[in-house]
């Protein structure tokens, strides 16, 4: 009797919307339960642990994305607020900001045009696709920038959401350990390389590192977006002759 309960209760739930929000809090509040009783160990990230819960729940049950994502969106949707709501501390930092502009903005240029080229120099040393390293090239900038550069040059926007946030996790989880094999200890320098590196996911690890590097962080993943958007079009038929 409980077993067909649930089997009803599961078919009702399935059908509806609040599914997909559902199994999203559900994954990523079991995956920061876990973070913490790690100590927040960076290698014990909770948007991979989450990511990789969602994908076996998926699995498992046959539901497709479309599906998920008709309740997932609620979340998403929330991405734009929680983006904008970044301002609030950057603009605490206004006055180092201020000092600090043209080093950061050496840096940005550098990281982003290091960040497309080394994308492309990999992906054509193990033979990529035109269409693969076009998709490869923006994969430090935030998801829907990234994808619509892709879009725009002819390259795979689902293939460059799932670089993006691979790089996202991936520079989450090493971030600290390389800044301390390299004595960085500015909450600033740290924020910033982080937000630089890893958009968005990046940004949310440097907030726990101190509010300090998460508002540089929050700067690095602006602009990165913008300088990316507007270098790898530039950059990519020098690309493509340094590298044919």
């Known amino acids: 009797m409980i077993g067909h309960d649930f089997s009803g209760l599961w078919v009702y739930l399935s059908a509806s919307p609040l599914l997909g929000l559902t199994l999203t809090l ?20 909770p948007v991979l642990i989450a990511v990789l819960m969602l994908v076996g729940v998926l699995w498992l049950t046959g539901i497709d994305y479309a599906t998920y994502f008709d309740g997932a969106q609620f979340v998403h949707f929330l991405l734009g607020p929680a983006t904008v709501a970044l301002a609030i501390p950057l603009y605490s930092q206004i006055d180092r900001l201020r000092r600090m502009a043209l080093p950061l903005g050496i840096a940005l240029l550098c990281g982003a045009t290091t960040a497309i080229v080394v994308a492309w ?24 920038i990234a994808m619509a550069v892709v879009e725009a040059l002819g390259g795979l926007p689902s293939l460059t959401a799932a670089l993006v946030i691979m790089t996202g996790i991936f520079g989450a989880m090493v971030a600290q350990g390389l800044f301390r094999l390299l004595g960085t200890r500015d909450p600033a320098v740290q924020g910033f390389a982080i937000g630089l590196a890893a958009h968005g996911i990046g940004t949310a690890r ?23 958007a507007l270098l790898t079009p ?11």
């Open 121 to 144: 120099a990999v992906g054509a040393a193990f033979g990529a696709s035109n269409a693969s390293l076009i998709s490869l090239a923006p994969k430090s900038a935030t998801t829907p």
């Open 26 to 45: 559900l994954a990523y509040l079991a995956a920061w339960q876990l973070h913490r009783r790690a100590g927040a160990h960076p290698l014990v990230n």
């Open 206 to 228: 440097a907030f726990q590192i101190s509010p300090e590097a998460g508002a540089f962080a929050a700067l690095a993943m602006a602009t990165n977006g913008l300088a990316t």
């Open 234 to 244: 530039w950059l990519l038929p020098w690309l493509s002759r340094w590298f044919a």
